[in-house]
């Protein structure tokens, strides 16, 4: 059997109804996933336009790579600038000064937007990998089929990564465009006291390039990987691994590494004498770190609390959602986990956006270091409403994916005389209850790493309102993906899914 008899069994006219929509699902999780992360990459070289000398990282990182008599013009400007700073002091300022002196700050804005990204490639690589998985629910009970029809195991292979390469590949040309058109609205937001221009958002053909491989490539190994979990023989799509429960050495290495944090930043001042900017990399490589814990842990929180609901649920729904969340709780807390993320920037930026306004009566609107704060609030919400975003995306896509995986099951149930708004109630609450989990644990290690620094500014009532408003939308996006995973399954219900189709 040749590859193109292959490819149009594999996409014959009975598969298109659901298989369709997870492809078509696929194609708009990897064109977000590219659109916000090639957005990301352009604010990070635009900073890094700003913060050299000829406008590339060589010279940034080494003056001697610098084109001739640029860095000497630079090292003028910046003079000029201390001079600024030792003259103006704590009088008023104007646009052109605050200009001059914002740009002796562009190694920090590097920094933090380096940090930035590095903290959305968890999301990013998140929602490329669900967006793989979606695709891969349909693939594998056809690609058993087609092993019935005598395709060998290496055609199958092939047809997978052909499968999910294309999808891939088409997401992230689409994601393109997604960042050409986000690119008018990046350069009205002011950072440094200036815009943004287009040569500094521009990331070039050799990234653009970069950033399309590695989407495919992620999207080949996910599904080659998911292909590997089932034996792809006549019988053997229902050859499955099971998932074992994760163990409470998670806990105890979350903590203890938590407990190393909090003691670095509550004792951030003995490092000063190292200078700033190993202040900066301490403090970004421990947010960092809590972060990746809080990943180490979810698992096993998240287990742990379904094991507690499901010993006394209080309806049958509740039943139903703790048993699936159980089932595997790494599927559970994938779902869910972006939001983690949102929930430990928000409140990052919940204070930094109390500090932007002068809590110290300053508020000189000109004023570097109030202008500094006023960026790096607006660098936060910015990240807030990225990761959201992709959270909200992988969510759905997960969930969308979820109803497809457990099509049979929810069918068996509703043989048995469940009704169709319990089913409902256990989808929402599949989602809800890591959801509730996961912010409980996200903020609590976001709180608990900024308050040596920060102290009682996280009690301010402007802080307050910023993280309920960021928690909200996390919220509010959340439950909009499970609703949108309710309609799935209502059309996979009434459409008369079948598990040979």
């Keep these: 059997m040749n590859m193109f008899r292959l490819w149009r069994l594999f996409h014959r006219s009975g598969?298109?109804?659901?298989?369709?929509?997870?492809?078509?699902?696929?194609?708009?999780?990897?064109?977000?996933?590219?659109?916000?992360?090639?957005?990301?990459?352009?604010?990070?070289?635009?900073?890094?336009?700003?913060a050299s000398a000829d406008h590339t990282f060589g010279c940034m990182i080494d003056s001697n790579k610098c084109a001739p008599g640029t860095y000497e013009t630079w090292s003028k400007a910046l003079a000029h600038a201390d001079k600024l700073v030792a003259t103006v002091g704590d009088g008023h300022w104007t646009a052109d000064q605050a200009t001059a002196v914002m740009n002796t700050y562009s190694d920090g804005y590097v920094m933090l937007a380096a940090f930035a990204s590095l903290l959305l490639i968890v999301p990013f690589v998140a929602l490329a990998g669900s967006a793989a998985r979606l695709a891969a629910s349909?693939?594998?009970?056809?690609?058993?089929?087609?092993?019935?029809?005598?395709?060998?195991?290496?055609?199958?292979?092939?047809?997978?990564?052909?499968?999910?390469?294309?999808?891939?590949?088409?997401?992230?040309?689409?994601?393109?465009?997604?960042?050409?058109?986000?690119?008018?609205?990046?350069?009205?937001?002011?950072?440094?006291?200036?815009?943004?221009?287009?040569?500094?958002?521009?990331?070039?053909?050799?990234?653009?390039?970069?950033?399309?491989?590695?989407?495919t490539l992620l999207a080949l190994v996910s599904a080659l990987v998911a292909l590997r979990r089932v034996s792809i023989t006549p019988l053997g799509v229902m050859q499955r691994t099971g998932q074992p429960m994760p163990s409470a050495w998670r806990a105890l290495i979350f903590l203890a590494v938590l407990a190393v944090g909090y003691l670095l930043l509550n004792s951030i001042s003995a490092f000063a004498h190292l200078g700033q900017m190993v202040v900066y990399?301490?403090?970004?490589?421990?947010?960092?770190?809590?972060?990746?814990?809080?990943?180490?842990?979810?698992?096993?929180?998240?287990?742990?609390?379904?094991?507690?609901?499901?010993?006394?649920?209080?309806?049958?729904?509740?039943?139903?959602?703790?048993?699936?969340?159980?089932?595997?709780?790494?599927?559970?807390?994938?779902?869910?986990?972006?939001?983690?993320?949102?929930?430990?920037i928000a409140g990052m930026t919940s204070v930094c956006g109390l500090l932007a306004t002068g809590i110290g009566g300053n508020h000189d609107p000109f004023d570097p270091s109030m202008l500094y704060m006023r960026d790096i609030a607006m660098g936060g919400f910015l990240t807030l409403a990225f990761a959201a975003v992709l959270a909200a995306v992988s969510s759905g896509v997960m969930q969308t994916g979820n109803v497809y995986d457990q099509a049979d099951e929810y069918r068996m149930l509703a043989l048995e005389g469940t009704d169709e708004a319990t089913l409902d109630k256990a989808r929402m609450m599949e989602v809800i209850t890591p959801l509730n989990t996961v912010m409980a644990v996200s903020l609590g290690c976001s709180v608990?790493?900024?308050?040596?620094?920060?102290?009682?500014?996280?009690?301010?009532?402007?802080?307050?309102?910023t993280l309920a408003a960021g928690i909200g939308l996390c919220y509010a996006l959340m439950v909009l993906g499970g609703c949108a995973a309710n309609h799935a399954a209502h059309e996979l219900g009434h459409a008369g899914y079948r598990t040979d189709d």
Excluded: C
């Design 138 to 215: 349909r693939r594998d009970a056809r690609l058993a089929a087609l092993r019935l029809a005598g395709a060998t195991t290496a055609q199958v292979t092939k047809l997978t990564a052909l499968d999910a390469g294309g999808q891939a590949l088409l997401g992230a040309l689409v994601g393109m465009t997604g960042y050409f058109a986000l690119i008018p609205a990046i350069m009205l937001l002011d950072f440094q006291n200036q815009h943004f221009t287009f040569e500094q958002l521009w990331v070039g053909l050799p990234a653009l390039a970069a950033v399309t491989v590695g989407v």
């Design 281 to 344: 990399a301490i403090i970004f490589g421990v947010f960092f770190l809590g972060f990746a814990m809080v990943n180490v842990v979810g698992t096993w929180v998240v287990a742990m609390r379904a094991r507690s609901r499901a010993k006394h649920p209080k309806d049958a729904a509740t039943m139903i959602a703790m048993r699936r969340i159980l089932d595997n709780p790494k599927r559970a807390w994938r779902n869910v986990s972006g939001v983690a993320l949102a929930v430990f």
């Design 15 to 50: 598969t298109r109804g659901t298989s369709g929509r997870t492809s078509a699902l696929a194609i708009v999780a990897f064109a977000s996933a590219t659109a916000v992360f090639l957005t990301v990459l352009g604010g990070l070289h635009g900073f890094i336009w700003r």
């Design 448 to 465: 608990l790493l900024l308050f040596p620094i920060l102290a009682m500014s996280l009690l301010n009532p402007a802080s307050l309102l």
